[in-house]
């Protein structure tokens, strides 16, 4: 356990994501959705860069996303420490942003738009919910549910492990 859990006091991300984590990724559609085709499994990745710059022009995060097929999604996207526990999250792929709140067990996004790739060039905008739980020090456990036109499409249960 680090001290913030045992305190109370939020996590510090830079602690958290010092060595980079990885692991399966899985997607559940609604019934509806199974006949087109977007993978059910993935490999995700996540790191950072940058740490000492959170307070001020904001850190790097890197996220990989591997489909089964080999083909390889890579986001960037810049978080900037704007107070104890407060997070503010940009990428060029999600507009508007989004700000993250971090608690001694784990952190949650304020629902945010993603374009997403979906099919060669096409992306769509998904308003995702995304709350991650730290389950122990190695394990992480992510859910984003998506919606398009308010529409849920899909939940993704990411089960990170640090490297």
Same mark, same amino acid.
């Given at each position: ?12 991300? *830079? #602690?958290?994501?010092?060595? $980079?984590?990885s692991g399966r990724a899985t997607i559940r *559609?609604?019934?509806w959705l199974r006949w087109f085709p977007v ?8 790191? +950072? ?20 097929? !080999?083909? &390889?999604?890579? @986001?960037?996207?810049?978080? @900037? ?12 792929? /999600? $507009? ?5 709140? &971090?608690?001694?067990?784990? %952190?949650? %996004? ?14 769509? $905008? ?5 709350? +991650?739980?730290?389950?122990? #020090? *190695? ?6 549910? /998506?919606?398009?036109?308010? &529409? @849920? &499409? !899909?939940? /993704?249960? /990411?089960?990170?492990? *640090?490297?």
């Amino acid at each position: 356990m680090t001290s913030a859990e045992t305190d109370g006091a939020p996590l510090d991300l *830079r #602690e958290v994501f010092a060595r $980079p984590w990885s692991g399966r990724a899985t997607i559940r *559609r609604p019934w509806w959705l199974r006949w087109f085709p977007v993978a059910s499994d993935l490999h995700f990745r996540t790191r +950072i860069s940058d740490a000492h710059l959170a307070e001020t022009t904001g850190l790097t995060v890197h996220d990989t996303t591997t489909f089964p097929n !080999g083909r &390889v999604w890579e @986001r960037t996207m810049t978080a @900037r420490l704007v107070a104890p526990g407060r997070w503010q999250i940009t990428a060029d792929d /999600m $507009p508007g942003g989004a700000e993250q709140t &971090v608690d001694a067990h784990g %952190f949650a %996004f304020t629902p945010y738009t993603i374009l997403a790739p979906v099919l060669g060039p096409l992306r769509l $905008p998904l308003r995702c919910t995304d709350e +991650i739980e730290l389950l122990d #020090e *190695r394990t992480m456990l992510d859910t984003l549910e /998506m919606r398009f036109l308010g &529409v @849920r &499409v !899909g939940t /993704m249960t /990411m089960r990170l492990e *640090r490297e």
